[in-house]
């Protein structure tokens, strides 16, 4: 009789593994995102607490380049490079394989925004577009090239589409919204395949964190 439900038991078991074998498991979904650090502290990012930017902290202008995350909710949090301290944290609820952008330019959430960014093929040309992420300037016209106004009027927090623009060395002036002098003069080079995000960063009147542009590459 022992054997007899021995060999029940080793059935049953051999059933119900079979099942389990046959369960579909949830997709993994993955996001992606780029931390842009408009702000003049060096920073570090955590998702969930854990540290993302492994390799170096986000020095002013810097960026992490697109890392790969959870898709949905999550909870992102910033720290200055050498202490505990949280500075403040992000919730953000990202889709499925869609790339993003977040902009730090304080050390306040409320400093922080996000974009969306999409990826750009063509061998003549490049894409370029603008972010304001200069908290005092208020509303910003951009130069590229001949052109007096490529981008008119961004607001702080906002992100201009991308635009073809020739591959080479390309001249950028930035400019209060409306002025005649230029803030900003200076050249990129920019190469066909690739998305070039201008930002602004800094404060018009501060000495510690100027008024001065980055550049993002996707």
Known sequence: MKIRYLGLFVIAVAITSCKNNDNVFPKQVSSYINVVNASGDTLNFYL?????????????GGQSFYITV?????????????????????PLNLKDSVYNSIYVTSETAAGSFTSVDVPYADSAH??????????????????????????????????????????????????????????????????????????????????????KIGVSTF
């Open 126 to 211: 490049a894409a370029l577009r603008f972010v304001n992420a200069s908290p005092d300037a208020g509303n910003l016209d951009v130069a590229v090239g001949d052109s007096l106004k490529f981008f008119s009027s961004v607001a702080f927090k906002s992100a201009s589409a991308f635009m073809p623009v020739g591959a080479g060395q390309k001249r950028i002036r930035i400019y209060l919204a409306g002025g005649a002098n230029s803030k900003i003069d200076t050249t990129i080079a920019m190469q066909p395949y690739k998305g070039y995000t201008v930002f602004s960063k800094g404060s018009i009147n501060s000495k510690n964190n100027p008024f």
């Open 70 to 90: 959870p898709a949905g909710a999550q909870n992102y949090s910033f720290k200055k490079a050498g202490t505990p301290n949280v500075l403040f944290n992000v």
């Open 48 to 60: 969930n607490g854990t540290r993302q930017n492994n390799t170096s902290s986000l020095f002013p």
